[in-house]
């Protein structure tokens, strides 16, 4: 059977370099061919014996799952449509910003949690991904991008784990695929530019900061128990004081670092100045609260079966206020690539028919394709405050 070496964290490699007979530095320099140099084929990789790299053309391979689609946004964000097999498809959206640019990456197709205002959720689960399917995200658009910016400098800066799924209920791949993230000899990105995003999986957040304490995001989305157990069902398994433990164990893990709370704006549900009220008593508990933490607005993309509508401007900034009068720093996130529907589960929403995935795709409203050249991650108006 043939390997996929997008497959492997360095140690992976190397213990598939030993089965091989092959010496430990050989899989450093595989994995900088793959990873920092975006390499698929094993000739290109000049400074292997040939007989090594014909050893590894018949037990290996490097290979990321075929784009469905790629759709760009007039504002330069740009999406991307995985084909992961049987039906499913995954997506990873570029978004560039004035000092970065940040990839989020789908770590399963659809996902378990069943939040009430997610599509991915309304999608139900069908896998976890593999580590190759998550790092591929990453090692096709950051090679993508720079070839077409022409450029052989890095552009992908940060990485955040929000596309679909729950990336704390895939644990086994998210590690390796986090692992290949941050190694010096791939992507080198500092574990603060690498957020993870969970609904609050509390045992895994424990795990997460033993393994490997990267920036966490917790989308928490209500006050209390009661209005969070309807929006976050996950939140019946561990409810808020134990969310809220987990985190400042979390921060035991990460000195110095915050917790960032996500916090989808849904209108006359979660919006209420009042109940920004009860999420400053939450935060700001004495002894059970959290005391480094920020929040991130973010205003609800609405999709037809959600019956939710997206909170108005006014009611954001009101909501917004009370946070900041608390002294608990709070942005308000852009809405980036709207007219590609680039947030949350949106179009691979819409393709989840199992039967013809090209076909439905073919079927979307047309978007705009601009050419890849005229995308620039530098320089752009729209810089995000988070
Ligand atoms: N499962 C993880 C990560 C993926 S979702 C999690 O829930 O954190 C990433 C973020 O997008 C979460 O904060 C989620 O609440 C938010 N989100 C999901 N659907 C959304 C929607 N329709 N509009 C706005 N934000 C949404
Ligand atoms: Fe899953 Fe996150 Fe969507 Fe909830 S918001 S259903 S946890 S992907």
Redesign the pocket.
Known sequence: MTANLLDYDLEGLAAFCERLGEKRFRATQLFRWIHQKGASQFDEMSDLAKSLREKLKTSAAIKAPPILAQHISSDGTIKWLFDVGGGDAVEAVFIPEEDRGTLCVS?QAG?A?N?R?????HQGFSRNLTVGEIISQLWFAEHFLRKHLKTSERVISNVV???????LQNYTALVPALRVMLDDHAYGLSRRRVTV???GVVPMIDRLGQDCPVAL???L?APNDALRNDLVPLNRKYPIAELMQACRRYLAFAPRDFITF?Y?MLNEVNDAPEQATELVKLIRQEGAGVAWCKFNL??????PA?GLIRSSQDRVLAFARVLSDAGIVTTIRKTRGDDIDA???QLAGDVKDRTDVQKRISRQRTVMLKPVSEITPRGRENASND
């Not at 205002?117 to 959720?121: A, L, M, N, V, Y």
């Not at 973010?298 to 999709?303: A, D, H, Q, T």
């Open positions: 770590s996902c949690v939040c205002f997610c599509s991915t959720g784990m929000m596309g679909m799924g729950e990336p995003s969970t609904s995001a917790v989308s989305h996500e989808c973010i205003p609800f993309n609405p999709f959600s947030a949350c589960g």
